[in-house]
């Protein structure tokens, strides 16, 4: 395992902009993509805003448009910032095997049709039952089997792979707020073992519509702060009440070193190390201890061959819930000791990507890196004395960047770490 690992390409579809440059600098610019919702009437929901892709054109990036009516968003954005990304890197001149070229991404399920379920439901309802027969005959009508196929969470792998013809190792996997940064570490293992030498990987996802924001409001996850919605992710703030539901896709071009080299390809930055650990304890709730979490950060510190004093920035997995903000701050203070190093939360900005996420952070990670510029948590103004360490409050800060961690914790206990650095050859 001793081939290195480095990023070489970059694509973002984020509610912050449709490209790596503009998402950047507004993260920079500590500026807000949450607003009240529109794709769907929100009005009497809890929750009424979320933090939405705004003004993309899917036809940029697919052969014909056509082909592209019934795809669901998680695969436009996908296909968006996996262009981006191909184009970025530059590989499809470079002559690549397509059976040593593979994709590795953290997709969630499609976009949930709730018009056409209800419209079967009340088909099939009588006075005091469902007549299931009538059911099935209204929802032969009201769905469309193209739609439905979509919704199967490979279908973002399936349709890029046939963009680009990727034809080694393909992969998803759907481990909640985990997915993408679990698709950069098993991608980057691919790399090192030798099952590949390019890897495109990274995550998409959509989750707002009536089926997803109606579950995380009955999880009692999502803020409420209707009369500011802008304000209303607040990581690490004592008055934090919940997440900010978003949405979007990140992608990059994984390269083993020598390869990226032979055909002078750019270099975001290098992946050292990769954590991936389990709570084992509730589905929603994270273990008291942080022992997950502390667990993965663990790992991939070790992984990295890097010693944990060398690590300048955290991107934390703030989400702007009670209890992950408090056990998260705890683990950092396990792992890192009395040295903790700034840390923020980017979802304050672009709300939460789910599946998404974690890709979209090790990208801002990279950038930071590139730029020695920290992110800053926005709407950080009520310290709270369970969470005191230096959050990189409300502006963005110059300083030098070497070396990172990215962590992203999901519902279900899953918990992924990832290491990276500046490229020295």
């Known amino acids: 395992m001793t081939r290195r690992v480095v990023v070489t390409g970059i694509g973002m579809v984020t509610p912050l902009g449709n490209d790596l440059n503009t998402t950047w600098n507004n993260i920079k610019e500590g500026n807000s993509g949450v607003a009240h919702t529109t794709i769907f009437d929100a009005s009497?929901?809890?929750?009424?805003?979320?933090?939405?892709?705004?003004?993309?054109?899917?036809?940029?990036?697919?052969?014909?448009?056509?082909?592209?009516?019934?795809?669901?968003?998680?695969?436009?954005?996908g296909a968006g910032a996996a262009h981006q990304?191909?184009?970025?890197?530059?590989?499809?001149?470079?002559?690549?095997?397509?059976?040593?070229?593979?994709?590795y991404l953290g997709a969630?399920?499609?976009?949930?049709?709730?018009?056409?379920?209800?419209?079967?439901?009340?088909?099939?309802?009588?006075?005091?039952?469902?007549?299931?027969n009538d059911y099935t005959t209204t929802a032969y009508e009201a769905?469309?089997?193209?739609?439905?196929?979509?919704?199967?969470?490979?279908?973002?792998?399936?349709?890029?792979?046939?963009?680009?013809?990727?034809?080694?190792?393909?992969?998803?996997?759907l481990t909640a707020c985990a997915a993408s940064n679990q698709a950069v570490g098993e991608a980057t293992a691919q790399i090192?073992?030798?099952?590949?030498?390019?890897?495109?990987?990274?995550?998409?996802?959509?989750?707002i519509h009536p089926s997803g924001v109606t579950g995380f409001n009955l999880l009692g996850a999502l803020s409420k702060n209707n009369d500011d919605p802008t304000g209303a992710s607040r990581p690490f703030d004592r008055l934090r009440d919940g997440f900010v539901l978003g949405e979007g896709s990140s992608m990059m071009i994984l390269e083993e070193l020598e390869h990226a080299k032979a055909r002078g390809a750019q270099i975001y930055g290098e992946i050292n190390g990769y954590g991936s650990t389990a709570d084992a304890y509730r589905v929603t709730d994270q273990h008291p201890d942080g022992r997950g979490a502390i667990g993965c950060m663990s790992l991939a510190i070790k992984d990295s061959g890097i010693d944990s004093s060398r690590i300048n920035y955290v991107n934390a997995h703030g989400t702007s819930t009670q209890v992950n903000d408090k056990v998260e701050t705890?683990?950092?203070?396990?792992?890192?000791?009395?040295?903790?190093?700034?840390?923020?939360?980017?979802k304050s900005m672009m709300g939460h990507l789910i599946t998404a996420a974690g890709a979209t952070e090790l990208i801002i990670c990279l950038m930071a890196i590139k730029e020695n510029t920290l992110p800053p948590t926005i709407n950080y103004e009520n310290p709270d004395p369970n969470c005191d360490l230096d959050y990189v409050p409300?502006?963005?800060?110059?300083?030098?960047?070497?070396?990172?961690?990215n962590n992203s914790f999901g519902f279900g206990g899953q918990n992924v770490s990832i290491v990276a650095s500046r490229f020295t050859d």
């Open 108 to 132: 969630g399920e499609g976009f949930q049709h709730f018009n056409s379920f209800m419209s079967s439901i009340a088909g099939g309802l009588t006075e005091d039952d469902i007549n299931f």
């Open 330 to 346: 705890l683990a950092c203070k396990t792992v890192f000791g009395e040295t903790v190093p700034p840390i923020s939360s980017t």
């Open 85 to 103: 990304a191909v184009m970025d890197s530059g590989i499809l001149d470079a002559n690549v095997d397509p059976l040593r070229f593979g994709i």
């Open 192 to 207: 090192r073992r030798g099952d590949a030498d390019v890897m495109l990987a990274g995550g998409t996802h959509s989750m």
């Open 44 to 77: 009497k929901f809890p929750t009424k805003f979320c933090a939405e892709v705004k003004n993309f054109d899917a036809d940029a990036f697919g052969d014909d448009p056509a082909n592209w009516v019934n795809r669901g968003r998680h695969t436009k954005f």
């Open 143 to 173: 769905f469309n089997f193209e739609r439905e196929l979509e919704n199967e969470p490979n279908m973002p792998a399936a349709h890029i792979c046939a963009m680009f013809n990727i034809q080694g190792p393909s992969t998803n996997t």
């Open 394 to 405: 409300n502006e963005s800060r110059e300083q030098t960047c070497d070396v990172i961690l």
